[in-house]
């Protein structure tokens, strides 16, 4: 680090810097609370989802019991197909959203199956549709995470050790120049006694 100067430009710099950082924390504390919300939002969409795929999965088990039938064949029904996964900007933070979902049923003869496979096929892409949106919410909470933590290691760093030095610096610096103007003073005093007494 530089060695302060004690001067009036270097007295103008540190001024104008902590002008600068008064400014900024407001800003920054704001957003650092924007975030939070947004977590907090994330974290009650998450639990709301998974809530979701229980009631799905305690569904499929009390309405569909037939699913222990082993001579019924539901491997690959219902598949995943694709997903698009975007971004979308919260206070200056790339989220993952999810844009788009295709879940594919494999067609199947309603003569050949029993009639309770559409409701089992319908469950099981509710299920699947479910599981990836809590997926996608915790990769929200996860960068919301991040991004709080950065935000709040910047405002610690304005609030407690930029600005407390900018002021410390200022006051150093005035009361050099201070002690330097007094002593200005005195001296030209000894020197006009000096000439007077001459």
Request: no cysteine.
């Given at each position: 680090?530089?060695?302060?100067?004690?001067?009036?430009?270097?007295?103008a710099?540190?001024?104008?810097?902590?002008?600068?950082?008064?400014?900024?924390?407001?800003?920054?504390?704001?957003?650092?609370?924007?975030?939070?919300?947004?977590?907090?939002?994330?974290?009650?969409?998450?639990?709301?989802?998974?809530?979701?795929?229980?009631?799905?999965?305690?569904?499929?088990?009390?309405?569909?019991?037939?699913?222990?039938?082993?001579?019924?064949?539901?491997?690959?029904?219902?598949?995943?197909?694709d997903?698009?996964?975007?971004?979308?900007?919260?206070?200056?933070?790339?989220?993952?959203?999810?844009?788009?979902?295709?879940?594919e049923?494999r067609?199947?003869?309603?003569?050949?199956?029993?009639?309770?496979?559409?409701?089992?096929?319908?469950?099981?892409?509710?299920?699947?549709?479910?599981?990836?949106r809590?997926?996608?919410a915790?990769?929200?909470?996860?960068a919301?995470?991040?991004?709080?933590?950065?935000?709040?290691?910047?405002?610690?760093?304005?609030?407690?050790?930029l600005i407390?030095?900018?002021?410390?610096n200022?006051?150093?610096?005035r009361?050099y120049?201070s002690?330097?103007?007094?002593?200005?003073?005195?001296?030209?005093k000894?020197s006009?006694?000096?000439?007077?007494?001459?």
């Amino acid at each position: 680090m530089a060695r302060l100067q004690l001067n009036k430009s270097s007295l103008a710099r540190e001024m104008a810097q902590l002008r600068t950082y008064e400014r900024f924390l407001p800003s920054l504390d704001l957003k650092r609370q924007q975030l939070m919300a947004e977590k907090a939002k994330a974290v009650a969409a998450i639990a709301e989802m998974e809530a979701k795929v229980a009631g799905l999965a305690q569904k499929v088990g009390r309405d569909v019991p037939m699913l222990g039938n082993a001579s019924v064949d539901l491997n690959g029904l219902v598949r995943l197909t694709d997903y698009q996964i975007g971004t979308e900007n919260i206070v200056g933070t790339k989220l993952p959203i999810l844009e788009k979902i295709e879940v594919e049923v494999r067609p199947y003869s309603p003569m050949a199956k029993p009639h309770w496979v559409d409701d089992v096929a319908r469950l099981l892409h509710d299920m699947l549709e479910a599981r990836l949106r809590v997926q996608v919410a915790r990769q929200r909470v996860e960068a919301l995470s991040k991004a709080v933590d950065v935000i709040t290691q910047r405002l610690n760093l304005f609030d407690k050790v930029l600005i407390p030095t900018a002021r410390a610096n200022i006051k150093k610096i005035r009361i050099y120049l201070s002690d330097a103007e007094m002593a200005s003073v005195v001296r030209s005093k000894i020197s006009k006694r000096k000439r007077a007494a001459a």
